[in-house]
């Protein structure tokens, strides 16, 4: 055999042989009167335990019919995932009130909330995409349109981010609040609903060390 491919091939068994694949799969029919959700949360571990890399599929299901509508994946091989994903019952449903008034420890409102985000009565929908230790999850946002498919939210992934503390239907905004270092901040997004955008309404930080 080549020299070259029986190198290769040591590799691949050697890999094989020293990585791990930790899985979870949730179904979740009590966060949504219309969709049912079903995850898939695949975490690869090296021999000596470091997370390297995840894949969490999101499957939407209609109630109605269990008909498959949409599937959505997240991909992470920054290692940010570790800590996720490890518990069926960490969601939140704001439509149905599952888990709705639970504590948010570190900003950790659940793996995925499911909750009308741009306030025309459909359900939305964040799921969570990175969790650091220092600033808590990341959350991608998709919001449903007329036919009942979801699409991701570019300004509010990439603004807002985490989920916010409060959601104002009366007022159309999501307000994030935050405490980095000795400063708390506030963040207020106010969402126009006849051109369907975001802004930045208001951003305010707060030295503690001084009030």
């Not at 090296?46 to 269990?66: E, P």
């Not at 996720?84 to 504590?103: D, F, L, M, P």
């Not at 239907?169 to 999501?174: P, V």
Request: with cysteine.
């Amino acid at each position: 055999m080549n020299r070259k491919i029986s190198c290769q091939l040591i590799f691949w068994v050697f890999l094989l042989m020293t990585t791990q694949v930790n899985a979870q799969e949730c179904i979740h029919s009590n966060l949504s009167h219309k969709f049912d959700y079903y995850i898939t949360a695949k975490k690869s571990l090296s021999s000596d335990s470091i997370f390297s890399s995840g894949i969490v599929t999101l499957s939407i299901y209609l109630k109605s019919t269990k008909k498959l509508i949409q599937k959505i994946k997240v991909i992470n091989d920054s290692g940010s995932l570790y800590a996720a994903y490890e518990n069926c019952k960490n969601v939140r449903s704001y439509i149905t009130g599952y888990h709705e008034n639970q504590e948010a420890s570190d900003y950790d409102y659940g793996d995925l909330i499911v909750a009308d985000l741009n306030f025309d009565g459909k359900e939305d929908f964040a799921i969570k995409s990175e969790y650091s230790v220092d600033a808590g999850p990341s959350y991608i946002f998709y919001f449903q349109d007329n036919v009942g498919h979801f699409h991701r939210s570019r300004f509010l992934t990439e603004h807002l981010g985490s989920f916010p503390t409060y959601v104002n239907a009366k007022q159309k905004t999501l307000v994030k609040v935050y405490v980095m270092g000795h400063y708390e901040g506030t963040k207020t997004f106010k969402y126009n609903p006849k051109n369907k955008t975001w802004r930045l309404k208001k951003w305010t930080e707060v030295d503690l060390l001084k009030s």
